[in-house]
């Protein structure tokens, strides 16, 4: 399975969001925050980054800019998770690199869905062209 970095604040959020991927069989490597998570990204290397929009200190979207600006980490998918979808699209997070958001409330099995639907997604060919966007929630 995918080794996925979770960035999320709230420790409550993290342990359940922990718990539920790793019951799917993912690795799992928390961030407390934006300059944990830049830290990890760097020194991991995951399949994925699964990250909180409203953060203190550095937001979701700052976070993705910065991983999508590093040569090293660029290639990286990049997910967020938000209970403000309008803010999501108010700061262009998608212009910002990333690649699909889930709406904040959501179930344990819509969190594996979306994460699993992403990652078989992402390693087949995008034949439109475009980004793969992937929403649930």
């Given amino acids: 399975m995918a080794k996925i970095l979770v960035v999320e604040d709230d420790p409550d959020i993290m342990r359940i969001m922990t718990h539920t991927l790793r019951a799917a069989g993912h690795v799992v490597i ?12 760097k020194q ?3 399949d994925l980054v699964l990250t909180d929009l409203a953060m203190p200190k550095m937001t979701g979207v700052e976070i993705i800019q910065q991983i999508k600006r590093d040569e090293a980490t660029k290639t990286i998918p990049c997910l967020a998770v938000t209970a403000h979808v309008w803010e999501f699209l108010a700061h262009s997070a998608g212009d910002a690199g990333c690649d699909g ?8 099995r819509q969190l594996v869905e979306f994460v699993n639907k992403y990652l078989s997604a992402s390693s087949g060919v995008d034949t439109a062209g475009g980004k793969n966007r ?3 929630g």
């Fill in 101 to 108: 958001y889930l709406a904040k409330p959501f179930t344990n």
């Fill in 30 to 41: 928390p961030a407390y925050g934006g300059e944990d998570a830049l830290r990890k990204v």
């Fill in 134 to 136: 992937s929403v649930i």
């Fill in 44 to 46: 991991h290397h995951p």
